[in-house]
């Protein structure tokens, strides 16, 4: 590089070239820098660590931000269940937590022979009732195979006992033994009772609107 007045002696030279090397090390080093910082400030202040965390969180619970809990549906008892009285005593068992069987001691009486039939009562539900089961609320009646003739019923010269208040838990029995004489019988005990011939009949049961289902037997 030549001067105006000539040549500058080598030691000037030299030491401008440096100066300017110099400086133009300074200003490509600060224009690095600002880009860095440029670079850094276009994710705004949120750490991607911080926020890659925040979304993995999020999606283990499966939920995306912040939400109010729902209570949980509530409904009635399951079906079969008894409820219990406000002072924790066993509700009275409804005829619909009720089952109801009769049995007969033997398959086959002699002539002369008295039957004898048990009453089961099964409380069917899955938590304890209580309820009344007089004899006085049982009905027990003999009646032809067909079902076309009674022949004896128990409530018809018994007024029945006294009452007799059972508490059955879930699936529990309670049982109820009683013996005919084998001799007819009519409502009000009116008229002459007389002893049943020799043939097949059928028990039946009721307690409440509950009856079971028909158990034959035979007289010979």
């Known amino acids: 590089m030549l001067e105006p007045n000539g040549p500058l002696p080598p030691e000037i030279y030299w030491r401008r070239r440096l100066l300017a090397i110099g400086a133009l090390i ?4 600060l224009v690095i820098w600002l ?13 991607p660590k911080a926020a890659a965390a925040a979304s993995t969180s999020a999606a283990a619970t499966g939920t995306s931000g912040p939400s109010s809990a729902k209570p949980s549906p509530s409904g009635p008892p399951a079906s079969g269940t008894v409820n219990s009285t406000a002072n924790g ?11 109801l069987k009769s049995n007969v001691g ?4 002699k002539t002369g022979e008295q039957p004898v039939f048990t009453v089961v009562i099964t409380n069917i539900s ?14 027990v009646w003999v009646q032809s195979l067909d079902g076309q003739r009674r022949l004896w019923s128990s409530t018809d010269c018994d007024e029945g006992g006294p009452a007799d208040v059972r508490t059955l838990n879930g699936g529990q029995q309670a049982a109820f033994t009683l013996t005919w004489s084998a001799t007819t019988s009519q ?3 009116a008229g002459d009772r007389v002893p049943v011939p020799a043939g097949g009949y ?19």
């Open 89 to 99: 005593t066993p509700a009275q068992c409804p005829d619909q937590s009720i089952a």
């Open 26 to 29: 300074v200003a490509l080093a």
């Open 106 to 109: 033997q398959p086959t009486y």
């Open 126 to 139: 899955t938590a304890a009732c209580t309820r009344d089961m007089g004899s006085g609320l049982q009905q």
């Open 187 to 189: 409502p009000g005990c």
């Open 35 to 47: 880009a860095m910082l440029l670079l850094r400030g276009g994710g705004g202040d949120k750490d």
């Open 202 to 220: 059928a028990v039946v049961a009721q307690f409440g609107s509950v009856r079971s289902a028909p158990e034959t037997f035979n007289i010979a």
